[in-house]
């Protein structure tokens, strides 16, 4: 695990330090006025120059001698980074000078919701969904749910998320139902500008949280308003897939003989898929739940843009226009220490849920 | 290889099998819409070039205006500009007619998942093949290089190395092969090892056959076909993964015309012309739905648990 983690930032710094022109690692550190002294002791400080290096020039130009080995600097940036710094971030519409982590963890909390209603939309639709479809084999039920999932993961994200604003916008007009915010109510100062803002006090950062804890109920309403179409938009391609699994595995443990066994006993339908199949069934769902995790974190980026939601995955495009290496490094690393979690809960999980394994 | 009598009673019966399987094809009417939507997307992609003069796609003046004259669907929208000629789809943002750019957008998008599926193939029959047949330390070293590309979001890796390696289609492509292998890989390992125990590989060790013959030969002939029904359903994926990388702006050219790309002009202007994102999307969704349909239905269709 703690390999993992060590060998991706190898390669995610390799990326970003390596293949880059070390200038991209100095940008977030120069001002235009700064002369080509002063810009040589920066990239002296940040460690992508040699004390030998003559002149800013020749270390512009890449001259022998002038570049401290990619190595070496390796090694002065997980120092750095172990200690919490992860330099300045590059991002337009953050001040000059401001910590990437700051900026990262002040928009994190966004993602995060995001991340999480989706795959709380996940479970809500895909497992029942799986589990009707496999109980009413060839009937209605199956082919609606057969539908959705195919549907599901042949969808593209981005044009699923445009129909819903288009859709609920242009046809629908939730706008003229005091649903969600016209262009003339919002607010200038916001993350996600809402009709009826009121105040709440920040603890966590995510505003659905936010607003519970402040007990603003008009805010809690909005907030979630705006988290249903981007969070349905994340977990359709998901919801897909964990329909069709629970459907086959379901389907498989229903021609089980223990549930032959259960049903000549006279057990009622509903204790037997629920109490005996479902909990056999359950188990390749949970295998993916790591799949799922990694799916969203990445799928996150295209919904974001799609509904300009200000969170992490927003940012790192932002990030990927203006080079700004020290924010891809650090959403890189954050995303997989995340995956790597969860994976290891979920190995963890499945001893518990089944007996047979143990580590 | 040479089985004397008994060969031809197996070829007989891979004959017989084939014959049900599209027996069994026939009576599938999802795998046959999805064979229907993936001919017609093959077709397309090798006839675009002629039903499309593909200098449309750069062809100065480019005029910035957004037509639709289709009188039956007005979007609801009262501003709609409409122009003198017609355009069955609209024009898209650059003026260009929205279908003939999504026709010779087909084989770029297409060609970009059959380079990947056919990357990842390779990748992982042969070191997936190695893995699983050579066991120890080659397998613990392959797996938990997996394990790294594995812990990141093939989108996340796919956008550094794009903003690393350029912009263009050839980046792009690898970006995406970069992010595919693993999978093949680890399918194509459990399916060595599952292979490895059979006795036809005893039977071959005990002729004298090497163990690249082996492997390579006879155990990946036996071990293909769940990774072809995979690569199936990737073409699919692929395409809706490059899409939306082209989507959110890591694209060569803005007139590229590839479906992400030009659904990506729509996002802009979304509720003054729905069109240019409507289209495009549905153009990839059939695709990648025809391509899940025969890869789902060959799956089924190949499975022996479900066929009798």
Redesign the interface.
């Known amino acids: 695990m703690l390999?993992?983690?060590f060998?991706?930032s190898v390669?995610?710094f390799y990326?970003?330090r390596g293949?880059?022109p070390p200038t991209s690692a100095l940008a977030p550190y120069i001002t235009p006025r700064m002369d080509d002294s002063a810009k040589l002791s920066v990239a002296r400080a940040v460690g992508v120059a040699t004390n030998s290096c003559p002149s800013f020039q020749a270390f512009i130009s890449l001259q022998n001698g002038c570049i401290v080995p990619v190595w070496e600097q390796y090694g002065a940036w997980a120092h750095n980074v172990l200690t919490g710094n992860w330099g300045y971030s590059l991002l337009p519409n953050v001040a000059p000078l401001t910590p990437t982590w700051d900026v990262f963890w002040s928009r994190f909390p966004y993602t995060a919701e995001l991340a999480i209603a989706a795959a709380v939309l996940t479970v809500a639709f895909g497992i029942p969904l799986g589990i009707i479809s496999a109980t009413h084999n060839n009937k209605w039920p199956d082919h609606l749910s057969r539908i959705v999932s195919?549907?599901g993961?042949?969808?593209?994200?981005?044009?699923f998320g445009?129909?819903l604003?288009?859709i609920f916008?242009?046809?629908i007009r939730v706008n003229g139902l005091g649903l969600l915010s016209t262009s003339s109510a919002v607010a200038t100062n916001c993350g996600i500008c809402l009709m009826n803002p009121g105040t709440i006090t920040t603890y966590t950062g995510a505003p659905v949280v936010d607003a519970i804890l402040s007990l603003n109920a008009p805010y809690v309403w909005d907030s979630l308003l705006a988290l249903v179409l981007p969070a349905l938009t994340l977990a359709i391609t998901s919801i897909g897939a964990i329909t069709r699994i629970v459907r086959s595995s379901m389907m498989e443990a229903l021609r089980q003989d223990y549930i032959t066994l259960a049903r000549s006993k006279g057990l009622s339908n509903r204790i037997v898929v629920y109490r005996h199949a479902l909990r056999n069934a359950i188990l390749p769902a949970v295998t993916v739940t790591g799949l799922l995790v990694?799916?969203l974190?990445?799928?996150v980026?295209?919904v974001e843009?799609?509904f300009s939601w200000p969170g992490v995955g927003n940012a790192?495009?932002a990030a990927?226009?203006v080079?700004d290496v020290n924010f891809?490094e650090l959403?890189?690393l954050v995303?997989?220490v995340i995956?790597?979690v969860t994976?290891l809960i979920v190995d963890i999980a499945y001893g518990v849920l089944d007996p047979r394994i143990r580590y | 290889m040479s089985q004397g009598g008994d060969g031809s009673t197996v070829a007989h019966g891979r004959r017989a099998d084939l014959r049900y399987a599209l027996h069994l094809m026939r009576g599938n009417k999802l795998v046959l819409i999805g064979l229907v939507i993936s001919v017609g997307t093959l077709l397309l992609t090798a006839l675009s070039h002629l039903l499309v003069n593909p200098a449309l796609a750069n062809q100065e003046p480019l005029a910035l205006r957004l037509c639709w004259n289709n009188p039956v669907i007005n979007?609801?929208?009262t501003n709609v500009k409409t122009c003198p000629t017609s355009y069955p789809l609209g024009t898209d943002a650059f003026g260009r007619d929205l279908l003939q750019m999504i026709i010779l957008a087909v084989p770029v998008d297409l060609q970009i998942a059959f380079e990947v599926v056919a990357s990842a193939i390779l990748i992982g029959v042969v070191f997936g093949g190695l893995a699983g047949y050579a066991g120890g330390l080659v397998d613990e070293a392959i797996l938990?290089i997996t394990?790294?590309f594995?812990?990141?979001?093939?989108?996340?890796?796919a956008?550094?190395?794009?903003?690393?390696?350029g912009r263009s289609l050839p980046t792009l492509t690898y970006a995406i092969i970069i992010t595919w292998w693993p999978y093949y890989v680890r399918l194509m390992r459990s399916q060595v090892l599952s292979e490895k125990q059979k006795p036809y590989v005893e039977r071959l060790h005990a002729m004298g056959a090497g163990g690249p013959r082996i492997l390579y030969i006879h155990i990946v002939r036996n071990a293909v076909y769940p990774i072809l029904i995979q690569a199936t359903l990737d073409i699919?994926?692929v395409i809706?993964t490059v899409?939306?990388l082209t989507?959110?702006?890591?694209t060569p050219s803005p007139l590229l015309p590839e479906l992400?790309n030009l659904?990506s002009q729509?996002?802009a202007n979304?509720?003054t012309a729905?069109w240019l994102?409507?289209f495009?999307?549905?153009t990839?969704?059939l695709i990648?739905?025809g391509f899940?349909?025969l890869g789902?239905g060959i799956r089924d269709i190949f499975d022996p648990r479900l066929r009798r």
């Open positions: 390999f993992v983690l060998a991706l390669l995610i990326l970003t293949l880059l195919l549907g993961y042949s969808v593209p994200q981005f044009w445009a129909v604003q288009i916008v242009l046809y990694s799916y974190m990445g799928g980026v295209v843009i799609v790192s495009l990927a226009n080079l891809l959403y890189v995303t997989a995956i790597v994976n | 979007w609801g929208i938990r394990d790294i594995l812990a990141i979001p093939a989108i996340l890796l956008i550094v190395l794009i903003v690393v390696l699919g994926s809706l899409s939306a989507f959110i702006g890591l992400g659904a729509g996002i979304i509720f729905p994102i409507i495009p999307g549905v990839i969704l990648s739905l899940n349909l789902d």
